[in-house]
């Protein structure tokens, strides 16, 4: 793979792929994180001299839709680059409107085009549609690591028509921090997996087992693994058509010789929102009238354990209902845990854990945080991702 700072820029037109998919509360962004990691190679393309082109989806619309506009993202970029840089939005992403911007745009301009996926051309990889997209361009970056897993007309259909290709400055970073969990990890290596279904995490579990010396488990999911070795779990959530397969990951566990380590202890209720009553179980089994919703006292203090001596720590998945703050303590432990290891390689693996991390201002103690939800949890599954395979020169 070619990164853009090995490409000559100068004059060029720089379309470049960003995942500019934040969360919205109306037309207001939660979280800028993806759009100021993007920040690095937008500047390092206007400072080689590049006419920058931006392309992002936005949302799932089923077609053009004035709430998924990209507008207030084009407004914070602005904010973020500050005035030295002209940013213009375009009203769509393909068409004689955007071609004429196109022409017209200058060295040290950004264009950003409307969402993609105002057209189903752009999920269908449609061939015609990527011509267009490929036109506007002499160079191609991809800088969506957080997209990289779909192979859409922007992330993959348009790639071989664009004449130069390569990769951007956050998407390398991904690639090397997550690609070194996987194929040279500094031991011990410890995993922290989470979230509420063991569906969701079944390929991870078996890619990362070989892998770590330890692999710690909470959320949800904790507790049909609990279920799968005999011990009661109450009213917690439990995918029953998943007990088998936990049953299996645990054997397959023991024959590797990794520990995969349970709560041993809970902090439950009687009901998963705000209103019910904490009861700290500090047993592994949970009283017939209680659900587990955060791993306990004892388990936080042996997980902490666990990430403290270890020398790469990979994490997904909170460890209980963090968005609830009685609930949070297992979540920050770990947050805090791989924080507080400077001599580990720490890498968080988007979506909730990343949103957890930030929140709690820790995600610049870290070694890194990834940007992706679905892209990183299928890197870690092992699988290649379209958007990465588009980038590579034969
Ligand atoms: C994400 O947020 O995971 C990416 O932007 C991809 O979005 P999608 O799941 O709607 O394809």
Same mark, same amino acid.
């Given at each position: 793979i070619r990164y853009i700072d090995d490409m000559q820029l100068t004059g060029k037109r720089v379309f470049i792929r960003v995942d500019f998919n934040v969360p919205l509360e109306g037309r207001r962004i939660t979280d800028d994180t993806r759009i100021r990691e993007a920040l690095p190679t937008i500047r390092r393309a206007l400072e080689m001299g590049g006419k920058v082109i931006l392309a992002s989806h936005l949302g799932r619309p089923k077609g053009p839709d004035p709430k998924l506009s990209l507008e207030p993202v084009a407004n914070r970029l602005i904010e973020l680059l500050g005035p030295k840089h002209e940013v213009i939005l375009a009203d769509d992403c393909v068409g004689d409107g955007v071609r004429k911007l196109v022409k017209d745009l200058k060295e040290g301009q950004v264009l950003m085009l409307e969402? *993609?996926? #105002?057209?189903k051309e752009e999920e269908a990889n449609d061939d015609a549609f990527s011509r267009e997209l490929a036109s506007f361009a002499d160079v191609y970056i991809n800088d969506a690591f957080g997209t990289a897993h779909r192979a859409h007309a922007s992330t993959a259909g348009m790639v071989p028509h664009v004449k130069e290709k390569g990769a951007g400055l956050l998407m390398r970073k991904e690639l090397e921090y997550l690609g070194g969990v996987m194929k040279n990890p500094a031991k011990p290596f410890v995993a922290i997996l989470g979230g509420s279904k063991v569906s969701d995490k079944i390929k991870v579990i078996e890619s990362l087992l070989p892998k770590v010396d330890a692999l710690l488990i909470g959320g949800a999911m904790a507790y049909t693994f609990l279920k799968a070795q005999g011990i009661e779990v109450g009213k917690s959530r439990v995918e029953e058509d998943k007990l088998s397969l936990a049953t299996r990951m645990l054997e397959a566990a023991q024959r590797l010789k990794t520990s995969l380590v349970l709560p041993v202890d809970h902090v439950c209720s009687t009901e998963p929102t705000d209103k019910g009553p904490v009861r700290e179980v500090v047993d592994r089994a949970i009283p017939a009238d209680l659900m587990g919703l955060d791993i306990g006292p004892k388990t936080r203090a042996m997980y902490s354990e666990h990430i403290k001596s270890a020398k790469t720590v990979v994490w997904n998945g909170p460890?209980?209902? #963090?968005?609830i703050g009685k609930y949070a303590a297992g979540t920050r432990t770990v947050a805090e845990s791989m924080a507080l290891n400077k001599d580990a390689i720490t890498v968080v693996g988007g979506g909730d854990s990343a949103a957890a991390v930030t929140q709690m201002g *820790?995600?610049?103690? *870290?070694?890194h945080v990834s940007t992706g939800g679905g892209a990183s949890l299928e890197f870690l599954e092992g699988r290649e991702l379209p958007g990465v395979k588009a980038l590579e020169t034969k």
């Open positions: 969402n *993609l996926r #105002f057209h460890m209980g209902m #963090f968005e *820790l995600a610049n103690k *870290l070694s």
